[in-house]
């Protein structure tokens, strides 16, 4: 069965510091993956999304870069976090088969930027 | 502008009650999921509709796709605590686009006891 592991699950850093976020998935091959980010509760708003080994798309310009130097290895990256880059962030992957878009979520990385 | 459009955002029932909640848009979608997420964790997929006027049922809870596939519906019949949570749809290929899923606001679900 298909496994999405994200960490770290908390994480409190100061403004300027830099940021790694890692996902892995396990158990599929060629998996599209995702990064998103979660205020308060809300709906998830697309940062990146990648179809293949060093293939990203960026849905929104901000301060924030992904890679994917492995296939089912995901990096959300920053060089210097703002305090507005503080939320949940959530991993996910899908396989595109047919026109079906099922998602599957990592538990999640709750990032203050202090 | 939201594609999908979540409503109510938030919604507080008593135990036992029953309720509904909606994803409405403007774009047909090939394939609407709804998830739930509870608090700290990431949402969970509790089902997929493709087929216009669809219905899935998954114990007490009933899903609908429109026959336009531009909106769904959620039915929660006799809502449990255990029902509390964030319930997010989202849909892909929005008028023959992209497969990304888009996903709605969400809809704020607290069940008291």
């Known amino acids: 069965s298909q496994t999405i592991h994200q960490w770290p699950a908390t994480l409190v850093q100061p403004v300027g510091s830099p940021l790694s976020l890692e996902c892995t998935v396990e158990?599929?091959?060629?998996?599209?993956l995702y990064w998103y980010r979660q205020a308060a509760g809300r709906g998830l708003q697309l940062l990146f999304y990648?179809?293949?080994?060093?293939?990203i798309s960026s849905e929104v310009p901000q301060n924030l870069s992904a890679s994917r130097p492995q296939d089912r290895q995901f990096i959300l990256s920053s060089k210097k976090l703002l305090l507005s880059d503080s939320g949940f962030y959530l991993c996910?992957?899908?396989?595109?088969?047919?026109?079906?878009?099922?998602?599957?979520f990592g538990q999640g990385t709750r990032l203050t930027v202090v | 502008t939201q594609l999908l459009e979540q409503s109510p955002q938030f919604l507080s029932i008593q135990e036992g009650e029953n309720l509904t909640v909606y994803c409405n848009s403007s774009?047909?979608?090939?394939?609407l999921q709804w998830y739930r997420q509870e608090p700290g964790e990431g949402p969970v997929l509790l089902v997929t509709?493709?087929?216009?006027?669809e219905v899935k049922k998954l114990k007490r809870l009933t899903f609908q796709f429109g026959d336009a596939r531009k909106d769904s519906s959620l039915h929660i019949t006799a809502a449990q605590p255990g029902d509390t949570g964030l319930y997010l749809c989202?849909?892909?290929?929005?008028?023959?686009?992209?497969?990304?899923?888009?996903f709605g606001r969400g809809t704020s679900l607290i069940v008291h006891p």
């Open positions: 990648s179809i293949g080994i060093d293939q």
């Open positions: 509709v493709v087929t216009g006027g």
């Open positions: 996910a992957w899908s396989l595109l088969f047919g026109e079906n878009t099922e998602a599957f």
């Open positions: 158990g599929t091959s060629n998996p599209n």
């Open positions: 774009s047909v979608f090939s394939s």
């Open positions: 989202a849909g892909g290929g929005a008028s023959g686009g992209s497969y990304i899923p888009t």
